[in-house]
């Protein structure tokens, strides 16, 4: 016999922050999920939500679904639809599609623990990369690794950044040569938030949590998009 106990968005978001201790997820996500019909909470006489363990299941498939597969939500929708009508829904397979660099280095372990704690010294940083002062000190200069704002420390971004830029250089590929992927990103990023901007603006209910799944459903296409023009490219040179 299954449970029937439910739970307040709060114990929700609780129960979800301590099984998926590497995302962000916030009340308005939930909202989102449950306005996009994802997941429908019941509701209390007096209004507020309450998430049955078949909630919180499909709730973990959508977290699931997104953060190691990068799946958008149309694609989702159609795995809960085929759940919903007894199916099985197609295996969540074939890792993500993403280039497994992005997501797997030396530095797995600090990125798996929350990336907004995570600060590390100058020297930590040059020990966890394995790069040298001197190359430091050039992707600094070249604006493509920074100290947390108002802080002294790196963050974990800063940690994979500095890493792959020590592993290029071993291929002659210096700082200097890097920058055309610092603009490259910048572009992304002003394309992206010409895209959020009036979706967070907007006072309708839920505005937040769409605006951040948009974010990740771009950069997650942008990523897939990049890896694949590059592969492309460097089909002539095998």
Do not use: C, W
């Amino acid at each position: 016999m299954r449970q029937t106990a439910r739970k307040s968005i709060g114990q929700a978001l609780a129960d979800l922050s301590a099984e998926f201790p590497e995302e962000e997820i916030k009340e308005s996500k939930l909202r989102f999920l449950e306005a996009e019909g994802l997941v429908e909470p019941e509701r209390s006489p007096s209004g507020y939500r309450k998430y049955s363990v078949e909630d919180m299941e499909r709730l973990r498939y959508i977290i699931r679904a997104q953060r190691e597969y990068y799946l958008p939500l149309k694609v989702i929708r159609e795995h809960l639809d085929a759940i919903d009508r007894g199916l099985e829904p197609p295996a969540l397979s074939g890792g993500p599609t993403v280039p497994t660099g992005v997501r797997n280095d030396t530095a797995a372990d600090l990125l798996r623990s929350d990336r907004s704690d995570v600060r590390v010294s100058r020297r930590e940083l040059i020990k966890t990369a394995q790069i040298t002062e001197e190359l430091l000190v050039q992707l600094e200069g070249f604006g493509l690794v920074r100290t947390r704002s108002g802080s002294k420390h790196y963050d974990a971004d800063a940690v994979v950044v500095a890493q792959a830029a020590g592993e290029l250089a071993a291929f002659g590929i210096e700082p200097r040569h890097l920058r055309a992927f610092k603009t490259a990103a910048d572009r992304e990023i002003g394309l992206v938030e010409q895209v959020v901007s009036p979706i967070r603006r907007s006072r309708e209910d839920g505005a937040e949590g769409r605006a951040a799944q948009a974010v990740e459903e771009i950069a997650a296409l942008s990523l897939r998009l990049h890896a694949t023009l590059v592969r492309t490219g460097l089909r002539s040179l095998r």
